[in-house]
């Protein structure tokens, strides 16, 4: 591998496990909101134990994240700092304070603010953290969509021109709520599977059924929104949606491969196919016509020279059906759990599987994650730059291993903290017996 490789290795591992704790906090604080509104205070001060851990975690492997930037992809800020700029600052300086300040009141100040107050400070935190993923999401969608900006024609980079034009990206205004409830499926199956696990104590019982409500309707939320944005991405990227069903020839009445064997665009590949589906997915027609792989190549050539524009066609592939397949199977439990609770019990098979739970709608994340950043290339910004073109100058092999590898270490470290953070407050109960009253004094005697 060279430098280029083992760099996009080093962002993707960085940036996957960053994000690993990010839709998780979203959710964790948006629960512990719903809870102190409802007045479920012992459930809500679980739900903000996990947050906080989880919030520290993330704090930590999203400033080594940023430190990446300039370690790995100093050609890439250089070029778009004016446009990236202004979003890391808004999120470092108002989103992320917002949330850490009002963390700390929230959890600190439960006996001393008014219970009006107090409820408030959790519900900041979770306003905090979307305005965060929305405005991080901004500077994606850039990525993937670049608008609002011009190239300097003395320096040649790239000046913002509406920071209101960078939010307001259509890929962004489509993105956002598809990642929300993503985050939304990521928090209640984590509940979900803490509360089976402990499902001796009654006291987790309400927080289970919260949990599989949650995972449900984010799973539910995430077909319909990820529906509208395949329909922007494929406008904005047609490459990107081609590699996804690895259709090369341009087709009328497109089909989708539900399940496949083989190499996609190699023979022997045999899939299982729904006729028209794939049209109707990115068209809301079932009779239009997707763009495949080499026309779009030969049209790509024209516009921006020689070159391959062709992602890496079976990532993009098996990370599209892996990222549904696991966001369907979590739903699916859940729904599982809610059917047989009702009737009165849980089979064995589903008491098993639902602890584990939490890893599908993780799965499925990291699968979207890298379907829409390695079914970009050869892009950084689309149409603007490629990827090759943001790594640092200079760069060697043997400085971006032993980065990777120290960041690999101190992550590895940071998992098994985060692991048993999480299992040592599962244990606790959640209605601690309450601590015996001081014996009276006896009277004094003269």
């Known amino acids: 591998m060279d430098v280029l490789d083992l760099t996009r290795l080093q962002f993707a591992v960085v940036t996957i496990y960053h994000y690993l704790f990010v839709p998780l906090s979203i959710s964790l604080a948006g629960v512990a909101a719903g809870l102190e509104i409802a007045g479920r ?23 080594v994240q940023e430190f990446q930037f300039g370690l790995g992809w100093s050609a890439f800020a250089t070029f778009y700092g004016d446009v990236f700029g202004p979003t890391l600052a808004i999120e470092g300086m108002l989103a992320f304070f917002l949330e850490a300040t009002f963390l700390g ?16 400070t959790i519900v900041v935190v979770f306003v905090g953290t979307l305005l965060s993923a929305f405005i991080i999401l901004a500077a994606n969608s850039f990525m993937q969509n670049p608008v609002a900006y011009t190239l300097d024609p003395d320096t040649g980079r790239a000046r913002l021109d509406s920071f209101t034009g960078l939010l307001l990206n259509e890929v962004n205004l489509a993105a956002f709520p598809h990642t929300m409830a993503g985050a939304a499926m990521v928090g209640g199956a984590l509940l979900l599977g803490i509360a089976v696990w402990r499902r001796a104590d009654a006291g ?7 949990g599989a409500w949650i995972t449900l309707a984010g799973g539910a939320l995430t077909a319909l929104t990820g ?16 590699a996804a069903e690895a259709l090369y020839a341009t087709t009328t009445g497109a089909p989708f491969s539900v399940f496949a064997a083989g190499r996609p665009g190699e023979e022997p590949f045999v899939s299982i196919e729904i006729p028209r589906l794939l049209s109707f997915l990115v068209a809301g027609d079932p009779d239009a016509t997707v763009q495949g792989i080499n026309d779009l190549q030969a049209q790509y050539t024209a516009a921006y020279g020689p070159g391959s524009y062709v992602p890496m066609v079976p990532v993009a592939f098996w990370s599209f059906r892996l990222m549904i397949g696991a966001g369907v199977l979590a739903a699916v439990l859940a729904a599982a759990y809610l059917w047989f609770h009702r009737r009165g019990g849980l089979p064995r098979w589903l008491l098993q599987a639902l602890p584990l739970v939490p890893a599908l709608p993780a799965l499925a994340n990291t699968f979207g994650w890298v379907f829409t950043e390695t079914a970009r290339q050869p892009w950084l910004a689309f149409g603007i730059s490629t990827t090759a073109e943001g790594v640092s100058p200079g760069l060697t092999v043997p400085e971006v291993v032993a980065s990777l590898a120290g960041f690999t270490l101190v992550y590895g470290v940071l998992a098994v903290v985060w692991l048993r953070l999480v299992r040592h407050l599962s244990r ?8 015996p009253a001081p014996a009276a004094e006896s009277a004094p005697v003269y």
Do not use: E, N, S
């Open 428 to 435: 606790q109960p959640l209605d601690p017996a309450p601590a």
């Open 105 to 120: 009141l929230w959890y600190f100040g439960r006996d001393r603010l008014p219970r009006a107050l107090h409820v408030a």
């Open 41 to 63: 205070r012992t459930l809500a001060i679980f739900v903000g134990k996990l947050l906080i851990v989880t919030f520290a975690v993330g704090v930590v492997t999203g400033l």
């Open 227 to 242: 529906d509208h944005l395949g329909k922007v991405i494929t406008r904005v990227q047609p490459m990107k949606m081609a």
């Open 204 to 210: 987790f019982a309400p927080l289970a059924r919260v």
